[in-house]
C-alpha cells in the first residue's frame, strides 16, 4: 500500500512540476520573449546570408605575396 501510494504521489509531484513549464508557454512574457528572440535570429540570418555573398562577390586579395626566388650556392 505504501508503494502505491510513493508511485502516486510522485506521479502528482512530477505533473505539478510540468504544468508550471505549460502555463509558460501561455504567458504574454514568453511569448514576447520568443517573438525578440525569433526577431534577432532573423536578423542575424540576413546579416550572414549578406556577408556571405559580399565574400563571395569581392574578389579576395591573397595574404601571402610573392617572394622571389633566391637560389642557394651549395
Same mark, same amino acid.
Given at each position: 500500500m505504501s508503494n502505491s501510494m510513493g508511485i502516486a504521489s510522485a506521479f502528482v509531484l512530477?505533473?505539478? %512540476?510540468?504544468?508550471? %513549464?505549460?502555463?509558460?508557454?501561455?504567458?504574454?512574457? %514568453?511569448v514576447a520573449q520568443n517573438a525578440a528572440r525569433a526577431s534577432a535570429y532573423e536578423?542575424?540570418?540576413?546579416?550572414?546570408?549578406?556577408?556571405?555573398?559580399?565574400?563571395?562577390?569581392?574578389p579576395q586579395a591573397s595574404s601571402i605575396q610573392a617572394q622571389p626566388r633566391v637560389e642557394k650556392d651549395s
Amino acid at each position: 500500500m505504501s508503494n502505491s501510494m510513493g508511485i502516486a504521489s510522485a506521479f502528482v509531484l512530477s505533473s505539478l %512540476f510540468v504544468s508550471s %513549464f505549460a502555463m509558460a508557454e501561455e504567458s504574454q512574457a %514568453f511569448v514576447a520573449q520568443n517573438a525578440a528572440r525569433a526577431s534577432a535570429y532573423e536578423e542575424h540570418q540576413i546579416e550572414m546570408t549578406a556577408k556571405a555573398q559580399e565574400a563571395t562577390q569581392a574578389p579576395q586579395a591573397s595574404s601571402i605575396q610573392a617572394q622571389p626566388r633566391v637560389e642557394k650556392d651549395s
